[in-house]
């Protein structure tokens, strides 16, 4: 489903990723964990084309991108269209309504008709739980509320793979369970999925593998219980302690 091999990103002459090799197979959830600064974000950005790799390969079903030679921008316009992503911030534009939030990106880039791309917009709002807010704008709503009008517009475009960027970490605290619950059912449905997050319950409930990261490659990944329970990595257990230290 998802394959990357040797990837590695530069920001000028600061390596980022570092030779990151990484499998999910379809309709497995994995959940990436590490410090701030260890790649995790990137990898999501690279995954999606949002910043271009320095080398390496990304393949998601049958469609792969090697940064080796030259990529043109409509292969990684064809490529985009197989992942939604989720960020920390909502994104959302501000002087469109949560029906028109959900329904620019068919509209707009796969030229879908209007009805039906409303219908559909419909049916993910209530999926989210928002069916009643189809026509307030962003900043009527919640975090929480924006945070999963954002997931609802990501699946909107009928991605293969969700990536979600600590999607909860600018909620307020009871405002994250809605969107978790939200992501769950997601899991629960079969969606692929890979999220960056610091909810350490959602990744041992929901994960089907947990990925520790830090100085831009991959330190130790697992089931959640071999990450959570008996890491064997020392950084990965100085990372987990400091964690728990917080709680």
């Known amino acids: 489903m998802i394959a990357v091999q040797s990837l590695y990103k530069k920001f000028g002459e600061v390596e980022v990723l570092k030779g990151l090799d990484l499998t999910v197979e379809r309709g497995k959830v994995v959940v990436v964990i590490g410090p701030s600064g260890s790649g995790k974000t990137t990898l999501l950005r690279c995954l999606n084309i949002l910043e271009t790799p320095t080398s390496g390969s990304v393949q998601i079903e049958n469609q792969t991108l090697d940064f080796s030679g030259k990529v043109s921008s409509k292969e990684i316009a064809n490529f985009r269209r197989l992942t939604g992503m989720v960020f920390q911030s909502y994104n959302l534009f501000p002087h469109m309504t949560v029906l028109q939030?959900?329904?620019?990106?068919?509209?707009t880039v796969k030229?879908?008709?209007?009805?039906?791309?409303?219908e559909k917009a419909k049916q993910l709002l209530a999926k989210v739980g928002l069916a009643d807010k189809e026509t307030v704008y962003p900043f009527q709503l919640s975090g929480g509320q924006q945070q999963r009008v954002g997931i609802a517009r990501a699946l909107a475009m009928e991605p293969k793979v969700m990536l979600f960027d600590e999607p909860t970490s600018a909620l307020d605290p009871e405002l994250v369970g809605e969107v978790l619950r939200v992501m769950k059912e997601l899991a629960e449905e079969g969606m692929t999925m890979i999220v960056v997050t610091h909810e350490m319950r959602f990744a041992q409930e929901v994960a089907d593998e947990v990925i520790f990261m830090?100085?831009?490659?991959?330190?130790?990944?697992?089931?959640?219980?071999?990450?959570?329970?008996t890491p064997k990595v020392e950084r990965t257990k100085q990372f987990l302690r400091l964690i728990h230290s917080r709680v």
């Open 101 to 107: 939030n959900v329904m620019e990106g068919p509209m």
């Open 111 to 118: 030229k879908e008709a209007k009805a039906q791309v409303e």
């Open 214 to 229: 830090d100085d831009g490659k991959i330190v130790e990944r697992g089931t959640p219980d071999d990450i959570f329970k």
